[in-house]
Every structure is written in structure tokens, then in C-alpha cells.
């Protein structure tokens, strides 16, 4: 596609619930990062993708967040048990290697009610 | 660990107006700057960047010089326009190191009038 596309554009959910949030990146980008912003803040890195392997997961806050990109294009952030702290707005980028300049989707509003 | 400060908002302006916006940085090494913006409804837009001391980005009127001996990247334009009305967020990366990963400051938001 044209560009980072994310789905869904939002998503209401309750607690405890699970959630899935997709990104399908530029075609063609090796690297592939998931960024969540909450609100008045800037956005805070979560992990990142090289191919299909997770290079960097180091910024997740804890093990109700997972992500995967078995195939090396599309990526899938999961959350589970989710919490009200979890709403935010989950961005993805991608770029064509970590040399290069990120590309945003416009992201996924998460609200935990 | 690396962080981005820049000043906190709301800024507003009339039109025409000269625009700064201060963005320091902590980090090790030499990492590259960027100026990111977040128009009403749309996703972070790479607005400028630049990758060593003494560059100067540059896009849409707006400029930022890389300063490493004050570890700043402030945002200029000399005369903003309402269309400027927007987020705009300061980021460091460090692109010669796997994963670049990108640190933002908060944002800070524009509101240009005519």
C-alpha cells in the first residue's frame, strides 16, 4: 500500500478483555516498530521488528503485551487482560532498514472501559 | 538513559508570526535529530531531520540546526501560517545502531490564527 495502515482505527473494549491490534507497514520495509502514545505525551517505544524476528522488545511494560510478524510484513500487537492504564493510542512505523527514516500509520485509539 | 525535553504548549500565534520552539536532549554518542508534526486527524509526519552537528534541517519554511555544544534542535519559521496549526514533537534516534528506535519529547501544540 501506499502506507502504514493500521487496524482498527479504534477500539472500545472492557476490562480483562483481549485485544488485537494490526499494522500492515510499507511494502517492501525490513524494520517495523509498535509505539504507544497516551494522552499529552509524546509516543513511547514498545518494540521492534527486524524481518520477522523481534530485535528489540525492551520497551513493553509487561507480559500482557506481545507482538508477532510471522511473515515478516504484517505485525500484530496483542494485549491481554487488559486495563483501564492500557488506553492509549497504539502507533506502528516501518522503514525500509534501520537507516532510513520511520513512516507512521495514523495509528489504533485503545479505550479500556 | 537518552530523553527529549522540549517546552510545553500550548503555543498560539497570529499569523505571520515568528515561530520558536525549544527542543533539548540528553544522549550518548552522536544521535540523529528530528522534528516530527501531527496535523488534526492525521499520523506523525517526518517534518525535518538532521544527523550531525552544525546541520541544518530544513522542509515547509520550518529549520532546526543540530547544536551539540548547547544539545539543542530548537524548531524556527519566520512566518507561520494557520495550515502550521499542529503537534509538533521533538525526536532522537540513533541510526548507526540497530533498531532505530525513536525518543520523543511531549509535544507541543501550535494554534496559529488568522
Known amino acids: 500500500g501506499a502506507g502504514v495502515s493500521q487496524t482498527p482505527s479504534n477500539k472500545v473494549t472492557e476490562k480483562g478483555k483481549y485485544v488485537e491490534l494490526r499494522c500492515d507497514p510499507i511494502?517492501?520495509?525490513?524494520?517495523l516498530y509498535w509505539y504507544r502514545q497516551s494522552l499529552g505525551q509524546g509516543p513511547e517505544f514498545l518494540i521492534y521488528?527486524?524481518?520477522?524476528?523481534?530485535?528489540?522488545d525492551s520497551g513493553l511494560p509487561n507480559d500482557r503485551f506481545f507482538a508477532v510478524r510471522p511473515e515478516g510484513s504484517v505485525s500484530t500487537l496483542k494485549i491481554q487482560r487488559t486495563e483501564r492504564g492500557d488506553s492509549a493510542v497504539y502507533l506502528c512505523?516501518?522503514?525500509?532498514?534501520?537507516?532510513?527514516?520511520?513512516?507512521f500509520g495514523q495509528g489504533t485509539r485503545l479505550t479500556v472501559v | 538513559g537518552d530523553s527529549v525535553t522540549q517546552m510545553e504548549g500550548p503555543v498560539t500565534l497570529s499569523e505571520e508570526a515568528f515561530l520558536t520552539i525549544n527542543c533539548t536532549y540528553t544522549?550518548?554518542?552522536?544521535?540523529?535529530l528530528f522534528w516530527y508534526v501531527q496535523y488534526p486527524g492525521e499520523g506523525l509526519q517526518l517534518l525535518l531531520k538532521?544527523?550531525?552537528?552544525?546541520d541544518k534541517g530544513s522542509n515547509k519554511g520550518f529549520e532546526a540546526t543540530y547544536r551539540k555544544e548547547t544539545t539543542s534542535f530548537h524548531l524556527e519559521k519566520g512566518s507561520v501560517q494557520v495550515s502550521d496549526s499542529a503537534v509538533y514533537f521533538c525526536?532522537?534516534?540513533?541510526?548507526?545502531?540497530?533498531?532505530?528506535?525513536?525518543?520523543f519529547g511531549k509535544g507541543t501544540t501550535l494554534s496559529v490564527s488568522s
Open positions: 525526536a532522537l534516534g540513533h541510526y548507526n545502531q540497530a533498531g532505530t528506535a525513536l525518543i
Open positions: 511494502s517492501g520495509h525490513t524494520a
Open positions: 544522549a550518548t554518542g552522536y544521535p540523529s
Open positions: 538532521a544527523t550531525k552537528a552544525d
Open positions: 512505523a516501518s522503514s525500509l532498514d534501520t537507516n532510513t527514516e520511520a513512516f
Open positions: 521488528f527486524q524481518g520477522t524476528g523481534a530485535a528489540d
